[in-house]
């Protein structure tokens, strides 16, 4: 039984910062390469970047040089600094492991925390 809370988010104007966090079972984040996922409204899930268990990091080319994905395996913690946010990046934010399972469903989720950009 996983358990992933996400926390961090909220609402800011264009530019703005937001640092998003995720408390996760201690077994995903020491053994996984974990992401952070955004579903913005009418889209689907999707991945925006992933953090290996040793720490390489990666991401979608819209929020490169603007997040930075990291992890402390010791805290089972995974977070999510953004920086120069945009309206585009309005949406849920969920962390899980990558790729997943195709066993998931919407129970293997946290609830998410919403992130709003707006001028």
């Known amino acids: 039984q996983v358990q992933l809370v996400e926390s961090g988010g909220g609402t800011v104007q264009p530019g703005g910062s937001l640092r998003l966090s995720c408390a996760a079972s201690?077994?995903?984040?020491?053994?996984?390469?974990m992401g952070w996922y955004r579903q913005a409204p009418g889209k689907q899930r999707g991945l925006v970047a992933v953090i290996t268990s040793s720490g390489s990091t990666n991401y979608v080319d819209s929020v490169k040089g603007r997040f930075t994905i990291s992890r402390d395996n010791a805290k089972n913690t995974v977070h999510l600094q953004m920086n120069n946010l945009k309206p585009e990046d309005t949406a849920v934010y969920y962390c899980n492991k990558w790729p997943l399972p195709l066993y998931y469903t919407m129970d293997d989720w946290g609830k998410g925390t919403l992130v709003t950009v707006s001028s």
């Open positions: 201690g077994s995903i984040l020491s053994s996984n390469t």
